[in-house]
């Protein structure tokens, strides 16, 4: 399997969720896919899962869909057990599983060596982990998460294929910027408020 | 006079039960410094609270615990604390993780790619180990102000539970107008917890 390939699918099927990347290319991949101010870049390496369960807490109604990698994960391991410990109803954990670091020179990973990230989340305690081995059943598994109301860990195990997509056009300040005014004006919530007095006080 | 009667209106403000040491000063039990403490976090708007526990922080964290009005996230390690709390704020929560100095050393590479790279506001309230009158860490105690300056962080050593809530407070609305994170030191003292002295 693609990771492009999933990631094609996830748009399909993503509808309005906020969406989290994780440090790496599937970043640019998922941006060259769905552009908009609903997405946010990760810069710190591992924490996409736990970046993605405070948004799930922070609005319970809206689905967050968390795209990582397992070098990323696999540095934020305890991440998993807090996430099954929260038990956020709105939240699709997906891993995108190559076995290298591939941001980073394409050194391998633990996975690359028998460790079964799906085995780790189940044990952690989430109960709906699993893996998807083609594109038909990542198709369906995400439908299934999608549409349901309970937190999921897909693992997919993917090719090393980068796609050739452009840069990610916005720094992070601006990132942050724009993905809460999307959630201001698609919640209609006021988060950023400046309350600062017209003169020195 | 006036600083007199304005530590007695806080006092009387936030229904701090006192009692009286024989050096004059005023002592209250972990209890009372927990309430006094959590009131001024829910005070300052605060609705999402990571935690990861130090014995000095035990009857704080029950408040956070017991309260139904915050969410609470215990944490296995405090570097996704200060995710969760980055990914909370972007979707309109105020948060604060509440950690060992220990767990602020571990925290680094997220404050600083996540909070200080994409300007996210947080207050941190830090259990201040190896500071004066606490024996266990001294080598963290040395640490824990350096790392802060290093790192650009602003903060405040809190020995007083009376002014607890007001400092909570100036510091989420610092943290909110810098868009950086903000530190509180929790001491001994402010948590109404003995210093080990005794065998000396």
Known sequence: ???????????????????????????????????????????????????????????????????????????????????????????????????????????KTATATGTDLVAIARAAGIVRARWAHSEDEFRAVVTQALNGRELFFIGAKVTTDRTEVPPYPIDEVENKYRFIRHVEKTENVAILKTNLPASYS | MLCA?????????????????????????????????????????????????????AQLLQQVETDRGVIHVPLCREEEGIGICAGAYLVGRKCAAIMQNGGFFNSNNAIVTTLLQYQIPLLLLIYYAGDIGDRTFSTSGSMTEPMLRALGIRYYVMREVADAPELIKRAQILAEDSRRPVALLLTKELLGRRASLKSL
Not at chain 1, 28 to 47: H, I, K, S
Not at chain 1, 74 to 102: Q, W
Not at chain 2, 47 to 55: C, E, G, Q, R
Request: proline residues 3%; glycine residues 8%; aromatic residues 4%.
């Open chain 2, 5 to 57: 009667l304005k530590v007695r209106l806080i006092y009387h403000r936030f229904d701090v039960k006192r009692v009286t040491r024989s050096d004059g000063k005023t002592k209250v039990t972990e209890e009372e410094a927990a309430k006094t403490i959590f009131n001024g976090l829910k005070a300052a708007g605060i609705n999402l609270v990571a935690t990861l526990p130090d014995i000095n922080l």
């Open chain 1, 1 to 107: 399997m693609k990771r492009f390939d999933c990631l094609r699918t996830i748009a399909v099927a993503a509808a309005d969720a906020l969406v989290v990347t994780s440090a790496g290319a599937v970043t640019l991949e998922w941006n060259a896919l769905r552009p908009g101010d609903g997405n946010f870049r990760v810069r710190t390496l591992g924490l996409c899962s736990s970046i993605a369960l405070g948004m799930a807490l922070g609005l319970p109604h809206r689905k967050v869909i968390a795209l990582d990698g397992d070098g990323s994960l696999l540095m934020n391991l305890c991440s998993l057990p807090t996430l099954a410990r929260m038990r956020p109803k709105n939240l699709l954990h997906i891993v995108f599983d190559n076995g290298v670091y591939e941001a980073s020179g394409s050194k």
